[in-house]
């Protein structure tokens, strides 16, 4: 049975697939629907220290990205004529993707992951892998994988 659903989008126009279909299998399952979004351009406390960035500045600039990342999320919700969000909630985490993506689907319990592949030339996936990759080769839990091609 699946009760909780992760959806892992970066917001761009392309997610909104992998949004319906998650939204899909949320009302087909009665399920619960978490939208996660990772930030890769946060940095540690070291990092800004060793690259002389003010803290407060860097909080400042989070703190816009945390709010631009709520907007996209109603947007989106707009753009697909979701009308029920209960059962949905948005999730902002930094770090890696991958990395984040499957610790939570773990610390939450999540029956299914499922997010968007953007279709990258063979020689970025073949020297960093793609997200989707190394989700698929770590998780414990089902991960669906909707090609988001034009």
């Not at 699946?2 to 087909?28: C, H, M, Q, R």
């Not at 985490?93 to 999540?110: F, H, L, Q, T, W």
Request: proline share 1%.
């Amino acid at each position: 049975m699946i009760n909780n659903i992760l959806l892992a989008v970066d917001f761009s126009d392309k997610s909104n697939k992998a949004f319906n279909y998650a939204v899909d299998l949320k009302n087909k399952y009665k399920a619960e629907l978490t939208v996660l979004n990772v930030n890769e351009e946060f940095l540690n406390k070291d990092e800004m220290v060793m690259s002389r960035v003010k803290v407060d500045e860097v909080m400042k600039s989070n703190e816009e990205i945390a709010l631009n990342v709520k907007e996209k999320f109603k947007d989106m919700l707009s753009a697909l004529d979701v009308l029920d969000s209960s059962n949905i909630k948005i999730i902002l985490r930094e770090g890696s993707a991958s990395k984040e993506i499957v610790e939570y689907a773990d610390e939450n319990k999540c029956d299914l992951i499922i997010l968007g592949s953007n279709s990258q030339s063979k020689i970025t996936e073949l020297l960093i892998g793609s997200t989707s990759k190394t989700v698929m080769k770590n998780s414990k839990i089902p991960v669906f994988v909707i090609p988001l091609i034009d």
